[in-house]
């Protein structure tokens, strides 16, 4: 299957394995003077490593690989012991992987081994956790009851983003915040142009943002929406453009990635005006 994998650039690496301590799962190692990537199964290709290298010579990519397997990750990760199990733990918390983090733990009780306290500075890593404090993974879904009692036309109108990151690039399809959601692929001009975007588009959605004219490596973009739809099985996606003609782009590459996808969703495109006034509707 086509993922995410921490990808190596050996003319870079020096061995020093400073990357190999940033990888509690047991992913990298140092063989012939060279960091290696030793299985796929081990990779969660979530990048909590990359930040760790002092050569710059770590990156995240697609290729294809076997799927990740928490089970073998544990097997392999108990050996190690308590403080191993502890890092791995806070590294699955701080980006919201609330799937694997309960495959985790059952693995542990199922041996009958005591989970160590990986939340002691939990909001810290989320910050802070092993890469770009930006993009650290946070759901703000569970505060949602406590932001949403202003519902009027005036005052201050509360903002209904239940996550971060938010733009295409930084985002993860596995993210928990995507899981069994309605999509909302939105250019990043939208939110500028309406006024009432949180209130009336945004709420209750997962959302990604990208530029179609302006940012690169948009390959990317289409492989990730596939991977909502067929990992996070999303349930709908909104695709909010602008009118300019270059904005279209975006909703090209969320029909390129639906074809791609093994399930079938529905595609909704919502054409915007220069005012912020809604001038189109409709499912595609």
């Known amino acids: 299957m086509l993922r995410d994998m921490i990808e190596i650039d050996g003319d870079k690496c020096n061995g020093c394995g400073v990357c190999v301590q ?12 060279k960091v290696r990537l030793v299985s796929d199964l081990l ?15 770590l990156k995240a990519g697609k290729k294809e690989a076997q799927s990740y397997d928490e089970k073998i990750v544990m097997a392999n990760i108990v050996k ?5 199990i502890k890092a791995h733990l806070k590294h699955l918390d ?12 059952q693995y542990l009780k199922t041996n009958g081994i005591e989970a160590p306290d990986y939340r002691d500075e939990k909001m810290h890593d989320r910050a802070h956790g092993g890469g770009c404090p930006g993009s650290g993974i946070v759901d703000f879904s569970e505060d949602e009851g406590k932001t949403t009692n202003n519902t009027g036309n005036t005052g201050t109108q509360p903002s209904q983003l239940s996550q971060w990151p938010i733009q295409l690039h930084l985002v993860s399809p596995s993210a928990t915040y995507y899981r069994d959601k309605d999509l909302l692929l939105a250019a990043d001009c939208v939110a500028f142009s309406m006024g009432n975007f949180h209130r009336d ?6 959302l990604a943002i990208a530029c179609p004219k302006l940012d690169s490596e948009q390959e990317i973009y289409a492989e990730k929406i596939t991977a909502m739809i067929d990992e996070a099985k999303v349930n709908t996606i909104t695709a909010m453009i602008m009118q300019v003609p270059c904005c279209g782009g975006l909703l090209a590459t969320a029909k390129r990635a639906a074809a791609a996808a093994t399930r079938k969703v529905p595609i ?17």
């Open 201 to 206: 588009h945004l709420k209750g959605k997962g």
């Open 80 to 84: 190690a012991g308590g403080n191993t």
């Open 268 to 284: 909704k495109a919502v054409t915007v005006g220069l005012k912020g006034d809604v001038l189109s509707e409709e499912w595609v």
């Open 94 to 105: 701080s980006r919201g992987e609330t799937k694997h983090m309960n495959e985790a733990l």
């Open 43 to 57: 990779c969660d290709g979530l990048g909590a490593c990359i930040n760790e290298c002092p050569q710059g010579a």
């Open 22 to 33: 940033g990888c509690p799962e047991g992913a990298l190692q140092v063989i012939d003077g």
